[in-house]
């Protein structure tokens, strides 16, 4: 059993940074693979980025790639989202989660077994 909790989310402006957070707690970070969703107003949950277990790899949705940037400390058992250049359209509540999966198909939500709680990001004009 995996507990995730993100923090972090914020009300920005358009063109801000904010860097968010997942600590987990639970059995061992390092054996799972790491993903962000996000969930817009009236939407579906989406796919952002996600890290594999050394963090040799990271896989991103294109509408954030060059902006958001996802890593990992396993020594911290934490997980983070920095995301420059915010627009409107990044508004969304973002989840964390956790697959003990392997990478075939992780940017469904469906590869993932533990999620957050979601944390808020508004981006104002």
């Known amino acids: 059993q995996v507990q995730l909790v993100e923090s972090g989310g914020g009300l920005v402006q358009a063109g801000a940074s904010l860097r968010l957070s997942c600590a987990a707690s639970?059995?061992?970070?390092?054996?799972?693979?790491m993903g962000w969703f996000r969930q817009a107003p009236g939407k579906g949950r989406e796919f952002v980025a996600a890290?594999?277990?050394?963090?040799?790899?990271?896989y991103y949705t294109d509408s954030v790639k060059g902006r958001f940037t996802i890593s990992r400390d396993n020594a911290k058992n934490t997980v983070y989202l920095q995301m420059n250049s915010l627009k409107i359209e990044d508004t969304a509540v973002y989840y964390c989660?956790?697959?003990?999966?392997?990478?075939?198909?992780?940017?469904?939500?469906?590869?993932?077994?533990?999620w957050g709680q979601g944390t808020q990001v508004t981006v104002s004009s």
């Open positions: 989660a956790a697959s003990s999966s392997g990478v075939y198909g992780l940017k469904s939500e469906n590869h993932y077994h533990y």
């Open positions: 890290i594999t277990w050394t963090g040799s790899s990271t």
């Open positions: 639970g059995r061992s970070f390092s054996n799972y693979i």
